[in-house]
C-alpha cells in the first residue's frame, strides 16, 4: 500500500515581514495549520508543523493519484491567504510503496525535494514526484 508525504512551505515577502511581529505570523501559520486539518478527513491523516514555516501532512494508503487531487484541493483552501498576507505557498508530495529497505528519511528528503522544485518553479506552486516504485 502506498504512502504518501506533502511538504508546505510558506514565504513570507521579506519586504513585508517588518509588517508582521512574531505573534502575528504565528496567528497566520495557526489559521493555515487548521485550514489544512479542516480538509484532511480521515484519523490517519496527519499534519504537522515540519519545521520554521514548513508543514509536512504524512498520508497513508494514498496513491499519487490521490496525493496530486488533495495537493490541488488544499492549495485551494490556503491559497486565500495569500491575497491578504504577502505571502507564497508552495507544495511539493512524494509518494512510495513503503519497505524495510527505505529509511523513513529517503522518503522526508524526496518529499523536501519535490517542495524545493515547486518553490523554483515560476508558474506551478505544486510540484508532485509522481515515480510509484517499490524499494523491496
Known sequence: TMLSLIFIGIDI????QAKYNQPQEDQLLIQ?????KNRLKRPTDLLAR???NIFGII????????????MEVLFGQIKH???HNFIKFRLGG?????????????LIDVGL???????????????LDSEEMDFN
Open 13 to 16: 515577502w521579506e519586504n513585508n
Open 32 to 36: 493555515v495549520a487548521q485550514t489544512l
Open 50 to 52: 515540519y519545521e520554521n
Open 59 to 70: 498520508l497513508p494508503n494514498t496513491d499519487s493519484q490521490g496525493l496530486a487531487r488533495l
Open 81 to 83: 491567504f495569500q491575497e
Open 94 to 106: 512524494v509518494s512510495r510503496i513503503p519497505s524495510r529497505a527505505i529509511a523513513s528519511e529517503i
Open 113 to 127: 525535494e519535490a517542495l524545493e522544485k515547486a518553490k523554483n518553479h515560476q508558474v506551478n506552486p505544486l510540484f
